[in-house]
């Protein structure tokens, strides 16, 4: 069985609330060929960014489930308090329903938004205990109530991870808003090519230094795209917190959650030797495979030399990782950080 970790799916124009629109919180085009927000706007391009398309992708390349993540643009960070409550219930249940209409083919996430804690731990609560989400999605930052960016590691969501802990869920930590928080020009891709794997970084850092993988033993964390520039950061990491102990006073070296039981990372990192890099510093069995579809920097047909499960295909075939690591990584490896059997599947 093929397990994807790491995709998204948009929902039916029809289902979305007339007060997104209205509001321009976020909307889809009628014809389907836009998906927009306030003055953004991006082309909804390629295969499965639908449900029905989605399905006849996975079948067409052999993907026998997948997990659905939150949109993006559902984080909500910086909205207010009721935008934010309507907006990321409508997301939640849109995602309960594709996970209970489809369920051999998909396990969905659910996402909160910890600047309105209480709304947050209250939506935790309802998506575990009434819509039998399990897998909560958070931004690498969120925007609070000073206007401030912190990470998600931050002590002011330990509340959210104390619940997470709680109900033992997995955790998916991905980034958006680079360009909100970044003061440079939005040019060149900068924010989706550079800053959004330093976003992720970042919040690795923080997730890290203060012990989270232990202080919360009972969930699983894996980072979107790889962790990729906190996997190459490593060693930087290792000697500042060695050459200044005082700026690290009471938190914990790095060393010691490198290749945690509990923290996983996507395959999503677009070439063999970074994740070779990937392996060597947390271990093969962390890794899940990542496809980020239906997006152009996702693994999917008709962007240069890409297909679904290239990089592990490449890595298998120059010996980067064995035939059976490469079978985990599509399988076992997702089912353990979801804390799920394979009967839960086979519905």
């Given at each position: ?215 919360y033993p009972n969930i699983r964390t894996c980072f979107a795209h790889g962790g990729m520039l ?51 510093r947390v271990g093969a069995s962390q890794l899940i495979i990542g496809l980020d579809d239906p ?12 297909y679904p499960g290239r990089v592990v295909d490449y890595a298998v075939e120059i010996g980067v ?27």
């Open positions: 069985m093929r397990i994807n970790g790491h995709g998204h799916i948009l929902p039916e124009p029809f289902q979305i609330p007339k007060f997104m629109k209205e509001k321009k919180l976020f909307w889809i085009d009628e014809d389907k060929k836009f998906m927009k927000q306030g003055d953004w706007s991006r082309p909804i391009t390629g295969k499965g960014f639908f449900i029905k398309d989605k399905i006849e992708w996975m079948n067409q390349h052999k993907i026998d489930h997948a997990i659905m993540l939150c949109l993006s643009q559902l984080y909500c960070n910086g909205w207010k308090k009721q935008d934010c409550i309507d907006a990321i219930r409508f997301q939640n249940d849109f995602n309960a329903s594709v996970q209970r209409d489809n369920p051999g083919k998909f396990t969905c996430g659910f996402v909160v938004q910890p600047l309105y804690m209480d709304n947050a731990l209250m939506e935790i609560e309802r998506c575990v205990n009434e819509l039998e989400l399990k897998l909560l999605c958070l931004p690498t930052h969120f925007l609070n109530a000073h206007g401030e960016w912190l990470s998600i590691a931050d002590g002011e969501v330990d509340p959210i991870f104390e619940l997470a802990n709680k109900y033992k869920l997995a955790i998916q930590i991905h980034p958006y808003d680079g360009e909100k928080m970044i003061a440079l020009k939005n040019q060149y891709w900068r924010f989706h090519l550079v800053w959004m794997m330093a976003q992720c970084a970042d919040s690795l850092h923080l997730f890290t230094l203060r012990n989270l993988p232990n202080k906190g996997i190459a950061n490593y060693g930087r990491r290792i000697q500042g917190f060695d050459g200044r102990p005082d700026i690290f006073d009471k938190l914990q070296d790095p060393r010691k959650t490198l290749g945690h039981e509990n923290l996983y990372f996507d395959t999503l990192v677009h070439d063999s030797h970074t994740l070779d890099l990937l392996k060597k997006f152009p920097l996702g693994e999917i047909e008709g962007v240069g030399t890409s990782i064995t035939e059976q690591e490469g079978k985990d990584i599509w399988h076992k490896n997702v089912l353990d950080w979801l804390g799920i059997t394979i009967k839960a599947l086979d519905k």
